[in-house]
């Protein structure tokens, strides 16, 4: 049986031997390419993030990502974008990975972080500091579930304690998917310019 062109791409990418040379940026949209890519990449829990009515996560993320990106290529950094799934490993300056989150009960979360043992917390605080001057809602923590402190991703980069998982805000709260929805594009623009203070300090 032959595989689908896109599966035979996706298994081809990533083969490649990534991580030989270390980029500035590492930027994974949370979600992107699922399901195509679980079953040839045996992911075990094909998770496709939440959604709300029309809005998914899996469509907004991958806008977010790009004008981060987008940003930080005009700025002169190298940023390497990444799938939900995909082989080898990554060294990095700085390694994200962008997420909407959602409640069972609407409204009770809001914006968080998770990352893994080892990281900077000052890096993290300066995301919270610089998000948190825009995003007008709650902040809930820092590595609030299990999936935010284990995500699986964290073990394919490597960096210098800097690396983290971003959730922007409650998908599932309406007031807060009103607000963030239209403004995709600038959240990419936030990050870029979080990485930018970074790593031009």
């Not at 990418?13 to 040839?40: E, K, N, T, W």
């Not at 004008?67 to 005009?74: F, Y």
């Not at 968080?112 to 995003?135: D, K, L, M």
Request: with cysteine; proline share 7%; hydrophobic share 40%.
């Amino acid at each position: 049986m032959r595989h689908p062109a896109f599966v035979i791409a996706l298994l081809a990418l990533g083969r490649q031997p990534a991580g030989a040379d270390q980029v500035d940026v590492v930027i994974q949209a949370g979600h992107q390419g699922r399901p195509a890519s679980c079953a040839p990449l045996h992911v075990k829990h094909c998770n496709l993030g939440t959604a709300a009515g029309l809005q998914r996560e899996i469509d907004w993320t991958p806008i977010v990502a790009n004008a981060a990106t987008e940003t930080l290529r005009r700025d002169g950094f190298t940023v390497k974008t990444r799938p939900a799934d995909y082989l080898g490993h990554d060294r990095a300056r700085i390694a994200l990975f962008l997420h909407f989150d959602g409640s069972p009960h609407p409204c009770d979360g809001g914006a968080s972080v998770g990352f893994p043992p080892g990281t900077n917390h000052s890096f993290v605080q300066a995301w919270e500091h610089r998000y948190g001057a825009i995003f007008p809602y709650r902040f809930v923590g820092e590595n609030i579930s299990s999936n935010e402190a284990h995500y699986y991703a964290y073990r394919r980069v490597t960096t210098p304690g800097q690396t983290m998982l971003i959730e922007f805000g409650e998908m599932t709260c309406e007031k807060q998917e009103r607000w963030m929805q239209p403004r995709l594009h600038e959240l990419g623009v936030a990050v870029a310019r979080f990485v930018r203070a970074e790593l031009r300090p």
